[in-house]
């Protein structure tokens, strides 16, 4: 049996809490279907013990090994035994993605980031990888829905309320290419540009849709618009995924309101976690750390090991 088939099982009877962004209806959605993606897997014996999805894509010639579009983490997936003990965890962890890291192919250019929270730094930094860091704000749902609000900074209480008595929150998935639009528009103001096309966001939401695991939140005034955001969850994390403020509305509570709705949500759903998926970003970092989650740094793999590559870069930066 192929990895590919044998992850695919492993996905659907949902053995493992997996995250959304590594299950395999995400990877077709993503990578343009079935042959877009691979697999790594890792064994003990005839036990799956860990996974690692990957894409490989090839630009000037040179094979380059990254999370696919419209993924924000993808890394190495341990499946842990149900009577290991915590001690054991971490060297069982080291051991099966050693195990991985031996699987995956051999590719002169990397930039990979993982989920939030690994750890195994050690073994990447002995394989001579560069290690970038970024950076993300976890909130835990296990309080009372009253003591998660209480944590958010003064301000953002007062903006929510504000906005509740003034706005409306409805589920309208068609609002697809509104929210890409008002995104566009602010990308240009920062001389920036959208990594996808409209079509490839239509097909991942078609997915989430699916598989009941994403939607779209929209923040209304007198019928006007105000903020849209593309909410995604799996088992246990709920994911602010995307979103933007209508640039000729007159609020920026909205965005504020919608954050909140979607933690409502993810706690009704049973979700562990909110993931603010943060930004480097000054202003961006600041509004989500005014929702009281704890900053928590991912990993992002890079190699840079071929010489058009480093050209291609530094005629970039020349420009």
Known sequence: METQELY???CQEDVVAMPVF??????DAVCDGASGWQVALAFRGEQMVGAWPYRVQHRLGVSILRNPRLSPY???LVFYPPDLKERYQDAYEQEVTEQLLGSL????????SLWPGFKQLGLFTQRKFAIGVRQTFLLGLQQTEAAIFAGFKEATRRNIRAA???MTVAEEPDALEALLQFQAYLLEGKGLHQAFSLAQAQRLLAAC???KAGTLWVARSDGKV???VWNVWDRQTSYYFMGAMNPEGDSSKAMSLLLWHSIQEAKKRGNLTFDFEGSMDPGVERFFRNFGGARTLYLVLQKEKHWLWRLSKWLRLRK
């Open 105 to 112: 192919p051999r590719a002169p250019i990397w930039r990979l």
């Open 164 to 166: 509740q008595g003034t």
């Open 22 to 27: 590594a299950q395999a209806w995400w990877l």
């Open 8 to 10: 695919r099982i492993v």
């Open 209 to 211: 849709l699916r598989e």
């Open 74 to 76: 993808l890394g190495p």
């Open 226 to 228: 105000q903020a849209i």
